[in-house]
């Protein structure tokens, strides 16, 4: 058994090893060592904490260990890089029925203690949590209690709510925004009642409230996020992200570890900016985005003049043959298609034929914050060649072909020409003011946001319809 | 249908309104094509082409007539081709319907239709039959040929073991598609190249072109593209401005290139006889504006002037022709767009749509009416878009000041926001047992370091962040393994299934985030 020191010992070096885990993704190369900081210090932490002083079960904990991993490491192999943001979601609903366990847990083994405290204050010898417990004064078993409720509603919300985006993400619940008659009051109101059996829990009520309490936060998790659109999913997934942290963060508290409260505000924060960049990609508020809908419009759109001319495989190809810098812009209907493999074919022929070829990704491209990063590199595109927007969005004037394959309201002009259209003031890839643009496309819908497309109508714009795999693999034999 | 070609008949035109090619192409159509013996010789076509190319070849221009529904040339009829239409029957050429009255008073007469290939309507479908502009691009690069010709220097600049060899200095006025067709031609002969026009939102064109746009500092700049995409005139104040910037860059100058039209009037006087004057013994004035009187004051049409300073002004008005091949190729091309739009459904069967607003507005006589000038057409020109107001360089000053006004809102914010907090903690600390405010305190510095931490994550590796912050939050499972060892059986029992999914979280997650970077490779 390790002595207390060893354990605070172990925690600072798994606290400074996450921090340095994630300050390692700030590039490619680095992060591949960041991910084995993060893996020694769980470990560290796992270790050290499960033999320290006053733990026991370990006829429970070893077992449970093993199959976990064992499930998780399958996982991990065999998801596919497009079902990424599905695994991140409901990988994160574990991390928020794990803290509402845990901190029912807690309040039951308050209850163990001052039930036995009552009983004539006889200390028995308690095991676990329950000796630490034990030894608090009575002001902090009230701050516990706090805690606890903190835990158990940040922990249901992610809970549900990360079952959600994994159903709308998974495609098993329908990713159209939709909500209860009630919409937002229905939450409002459950917010206040969880209020309530806040205060009546504090003031000494039974186990039950904390029950309900749950109940309310499994129903606002889950009627929050019905209420969300599919491309909204990259703020909604950050956001449950930031709420995993956050409800770690409460765990700690409530069991006064300090590991848990550093690593859960790290991974609280991180959500919190994730979010923050996505709500700023798509010049929204946060607020705006988690209660579903664009913005009002202030006026009518304005008309759009011209027509979408289509065209086939063989005048994109020529097109391409004649240009000498090309830049693709790749949106969700990418991942959809599973197109990323076709497209690295075609820039490696055309890298091969001493063309200049880049990526421009959009931040709220695809389901994910990075998604099409990753999409792409599985694909094996390098990523010297993938750019941000702001590294890329000046030079598309000075281009000769741009290719848009799936993506949509990423690259509407009406975002800045039109002040009347709900997504004015969006920041957005000016893929027009390229020499040619081509669009791989479906059909002639619209994109997420529900609004028409100036970029089609542009006499620069040719609309090469078909499903994007199948479009581009027909593309392939004709470039040269 | 009989597609009939017929052989020019206008002194010194070379062109010829179907070439082998298009006549291909308009077979496909399911049209038949006629030619007049000879008619594309002089472009460079004889007849064996033509009927290589499954064109018949007849003797006659009567016969054509004869034999043709639709009688297609290149420039407007002359008295004797208008006699012989007859009615039903379909004339495509220039045709000027304004200049020409008389013309399409005798057209009509005749029953014919005729199909002005200069009225085609300026938008974006119908640009593919936009004869004028497909002229108006050989025009432009034939100046420059021209004026290369009559020019004793190179264009480019060198520097020789014989001697340094400046650029010649190109002004291009009026950048119409002439215009940018002279301003891309003499830029890629090495020229330094500048370029004027009255309407300041072409200013992009000409620079994107490789030309500098003479900027005029004049308050009402005028919007010429309001008028379908084509100059209006210009207020007398403006002109003066105008030609006081031209009289500037006359000394500089070495070849002058002016294509200032404004449709329906004649060509305005931009090249006065003073800055002929002023000009360098040996420089070139081409104007290609000498059919409706010349942009320059010593313009004759049809004629090469040297000034009495020796400055040479050329006055062709026949360039397109003098490029016969090439224009050729691009007009009959342009008609065979034309008779593609008339045959829809592509069986050889013409149907004038009178409802499509190309044929309409390019059609000037039709059933025995004349249908000129169209309406206005449904869909707006394509220049129409509004100059963009050009934004003011904030001086230092002004810099310097939304600077400091910058620094002292976030400071204020700050300040603000510190101050919130601060009283906040207080607060809490009031209530709060001692132990709480410690994890407070770690609490707060973390989420500190979370956010410097987080900004600088690359934004390509955001979902591996995620990934990787997914599985640290398994960190939860500490919560677990404090409680598993409890008395309680339910206790244990939660804490159990906690480990449990905790452990897939944290394994999951920082498997699949290795995954994700090693796929990350460099090129």
């Given at each position: 058994m390790l002595s207390q020191g060893f354990v605070s010992a172990a925690a600072i070096a798994a606290s400074v090893l996450f921090i340095l885990s994630l300050g390692g993704l700030s590039n490619q190369e680095k992060a591949k060592r960041a991910v084995w900081y993060g893996i020694v210090g769980m470990?560290?932490?796992?270790?050290?904490?499960?033999?320290?002083?006053?733990?026991?079960?370990?006829?429970?904990?070893?077992?449970?260990?093993?199959?976990?991993?064992?499930?998780?490491?399958?996982?991990?192999?065999?998801?596919?890089?497009?079902?990424?943001?599905?695994?991140?979601?409901?990988?994160?609903?574990?991390?928020?029925?794990?803290?509402?366990?845990?901190?029912?847990?807690?309040?039951?083994?308050?209850?163990?203690?001052?039930?036995?405290?009552?009983?004539?204050?006889?200390?028995?010898?308690?095991?676990?949590?329950?000796?630490?417990?034990?030894?608090?004064?009575?002001?902090?078993?009230?701050?516990?209690?706090?805690e606890v409720v903190l835990g158990i509603f940040i922990g249901a919300v992610t809970f549900t709510g990360s079952v959600i985006a994994f159903g709308k993400l998974a495609g098993k619940v329908d990713g159209k925004p939709r909500q209860l008659p009630g919409g937002h009051l229905l939450n409002a109101g459950a917010a206040v009642l969880s209020l309530l059996l806040?205060?009546?829990?504090?003031?000494?009520?039974?186990?039950?409230?904390?029950?309900?309490?749950?109940?309310?936060?499994?129903?606002?998790?889950?009627?929050?996020?019905?209420?969300?659109?599919?491309?909204?999913?990259?703020?909604?997934?950050?956001?449950?992200?930031?709420?995993?942290?956050?409800?770690?963060?409460?765990?700690?508290?409530?069991?006064?570890?300090?590991?848990?409260?550093?690593?859960?505000?790290?991974?609280?924060?991180?959500?919190?900016i994730l979010s923050y960049i996505m709500c700023k990609a798509m010049n929204r508020n946060f607020v705006n985005v988690i209660l579903g809908g664009f913005g009002g419009s202030t006026g009518p759109a304005a008309e759009i003049e011209g027509e979408q001319v289509a065209i086939d495989a063989g005048g994109v190809a020529s097109a391409l043959n004649d240009a000498d810098s090309v830049i693709i812009v790749p949106g969700y209907g990418m991942a959809v298609a599973q197109a990323q493999t076709a497209v690295s074919d075609l820039v490696r022929k055309l890298r091969a034929a001493g063309k200049d070829v880049r990526f421009a990704i959009h931040p709220v491209a695809g389901r994910l914050p990075g998604h099409m990063n990753v999409l792409l590199a599985e694909a094996k595109v390098p990523y010297d060649i993938v750019l941000e927007m702001d590294?890329?969005?000046d030079d598309f004037a000075?281009?000769?072909?741009?290719?848009?394959?799936?993506?949509?309201?990423?690259?509407?002009?009406?975002?800045?020409?039109?002040?009347?259209?709900?997504?004015?003031?969006?920041?957005?890839?000016?893929?027009?003011?390229?020499?040619?643009?081509?669009?791989?496309?479906?059909?002639?819908?619209?994109?997420?946001?529900?609004?028409?497309?100036?970029?089609?109508?542009?006499?620069?714009?040719?609309?090469?319809?078909?499903?994007?795999?199948?479009?581009?693999?027909?593309?392939?034999?004709?470039?040269? | 249908m009989k597609i009939g070609a017929l052989k020019e008949s206008s002194r010194g035109e070379a062109r010829v309104a179907l070439t082998p090619e298009s006549a291909g192409q308009i077979q496909k159509l399911g049209h038949e094509c006629l030619i007049e013996t000879g008619a594309g010789a002089a472009?460079?076509?004889?007849?064996?082409?033509?009927?290589?190319?499954?064109?018949?070849?007849?003797?006659?221009?009567?016969?054509?007539?004869?034999?043709?529904?639709?009688?297609?040339?290149?420039?407007?009829?002359?008295?004797?081709?208008?006699?012989?239409?007859?009615?039903?029957?379909?004339?495509?050429?220039?045709?000027?319907?304004?200049?020409?009255?008389?013309?399409?008073?005798?057209?009509?007469?005749?029953?014919?239709?005729?199909?002005?290939?200069?009225?085609?309507?300026?938008?974006?479908?119908a640009q593919k039959m936009d004869a004028l502009s497909s002229m108006a691009n050989i025009a432009g690069y034939r100046a420059v040929i021209e004026?290369?010709?009559?020019?004793?220097?190179?264009?480019?600049?060198?520097?020789?073991?014989?001697?340094?060899?400046?650029?010649?200095?190109?002004?291009?006025?009026?950048?119409?598609?002439?215009?940018?067709?002279?301003?891309g031609t003499a830029t890629s002969l090495g020229a330094v190249v500048r370029a004027f026009d009255v309407r300041p939102e072409v200013s992009e064109q000409i620079e994107s072109m490789g030309a500098e746009f003479l900027f005029l500092d004049f308050d009402n700049a005028q919007d010429g593209s309001e008028s379908g995409g084509y100059a209006a005139p210009s207020s007398p104040e403006f002109r003066e401005k105008q030609l006081e910037c031209f009289r500037e860059q006359a000394a500089d100058v070495d070849i002058v290139i002016t294509t200032a039209l404004i449709p329906g009037r004649p060509a305005p006087k931009l090249w006065l006889e003073d800055m002929v004057a002023a000009m360098k013994p040996g420089s070139v004035v081409i104007d290609l504006a000498a059919e409706k009187g010349g942009n320059c004051d010593l313009t004759k049409p049809d004629e090469r002037v040297v000034s009495d300073n020796g400055v040479i002004v050329v006055g062709y008005t026949d360039f397109p022709s003098r490029m016969a091949t090439q224009s050729s190729l691009l007009y009959a091309t342009n008609i065979r767009h034309m008779l593609t739009d008339l045959?829809?459904?592509?069986?050889?069967?013409?149907?004038?749509?009178?409802?499509?607003?190309?044929?309409?507005?390019?059609?000037?006589?039709?059933?025995?009416?004349?249908?000129?000038?169209?309406?206005?057409?449904?869909?707006?020109?394509?220049?129409?878009?509004?100059?963009?107001?050009?934004?003011?360089?904030?001086?230092?000053?002004?810099?310097?000041?939304?600077?400091?006004?910058?620094f002292k809102s976030q400071t204020k914010r700050q300040v603000t926001l510190l101050a919130v907090g601060g009283a906040l903690m207080l607060l809490l600390g009031q209530v709060a047992p001692a132990s709480f405010m410690q994890h407070f305190i770690v609490f707060v510095l973390a989420c500190f370091i979370g956010f410097q931490v987080i900004w600088k994550v690359s934004h390509s590796l955001h979902t591996p962040l995620m990934a990787v912050t997914n599985a640290i939050s398994g960190i939860i499972i500490l919560g677990a393994v404090l409680q598993i060892g409890s008395g309680s059986a339910i206790v244990t029992l939660m804490a159990a299934i906690s480990v449990l999914i905790a452990t897939i979280n944290i394994v999951g997650g920082f498997l699949v985030t290795r995954r994700m970077l090693a796929m990350f490779q460099k090129s």
């Open positions: 470990a560290v932490a796992v270790l050290f904490t499960a033999f320290g002083p006053g733990i026991g079960g370990y006829g429970w904990l070893i077992p449970m260990i093993a199959i976990g991993a064992a499930i998780g490491a399958y996982l991990a192999r065999k998801v596919e890089m497009t079902e990424m943001p599905q695994l991140v979601a409901a990988l994160h609903s574990f991390v928020g029925l794990a803290a509402v366990f845990v901190a029912w847990s807690a309040d039951l083994e308050r209850r163990r203690v001052l039930a036995a405290r009552a009983a004539d204050g006889v200390m028995q010898e308690f095991s676990a949590f329950a000796a630490l417990v034990a030894t608090k004064a009575p002001d902090e078993l009230a701050f516990l209690q706090v806040a205060i009546l829990y504090l003031n000494g009520a039974g186990f039950w409230t904390l029950l309900v309490l749950a109940g309310l936060a499994f129903f606002i998790g889950y009627h929050l996020i019905m209420g969300i659109g599919g491309a909204d999913m990259p703020v909604v997934v950050s956001m449950l992200n930031s709420y995993s942290g956050w409800a770690a963060a409460a765990i700690g508290f409530t069991l006064s570890n300090d590991l848990l409260i550093v690593t859960g505000a790290l991974v609280g924060s991180s959500g919190a590294e890329i969005n000075s281009t000769d072909v741009v290719i848009v394959i799936g993506s949509n309201d990423i690259v509407n002009p009406a975002a800045q020409e039109d002040p009347n259209s709900p997504i004015a003031g969006m920041p957005v890839l000016k893929v027009w003011e390229a020499k040619q643009v081509f669009i791989s496309k479906r059909g002639q819908g619209t994109g997420y946001s529900g609004i028409e497309n100036p970029l089609f109508y542009k006499e620069n714009s040719r609309m090469f319809y078909g499903d994007a795999r199948e479009s581009l693999n027909t593309l392939l034999p004709l470039v040269d | 472009a460079g076509f004889d007849d064996q082409v033509y009927r290589d190319a499954g064109v018949t070849v007849v003797d006659t221009a009567q016969a054509i007539f004869e034999a043709a529904e639709v009688v297609i040339k290149v420039r407007e009829p002359n008295d004797e081709e208008a006699e012989r239409l007859r009615e039903g029957q379909t004339l495509i050429a220039f045709f000027w319907p304004a200049q020409n009255e008389a013309m399409l008073e005798k057209c009509r007469a005749k029953g014919a239709t005729v199909i002005a290939m200069d009225m085609v309507p300026r938008i974006s479908r004026a290369g010709n009559n020019f004793g220097r190179f264009f480019t600049g060198q520097v020789t073991a014989a001697g340094k060899v400046p650029p010649a200095k190109v002004l291009v006025i009026g950048a119409g598609v002439a215009g940018l067709a002279a301003i045959t829809p459904e592509k069986d050889g069967v013409i149907d004038h749509n009178m409802d499509d607003d190309v044929i309409r507005g390019a059609t000037v006589t039709h059933q025995n009416d004349i249908t000129f000038p169209p309406p206005p057409p449904k869909v707006k020109a394509i220049g129409a878009s509004k100059p963009k107001p050009k934004e003011k360089e904030p001086t230092a000053e002004e810099k310097k000041a939304a600077e400091h006004a910058a």
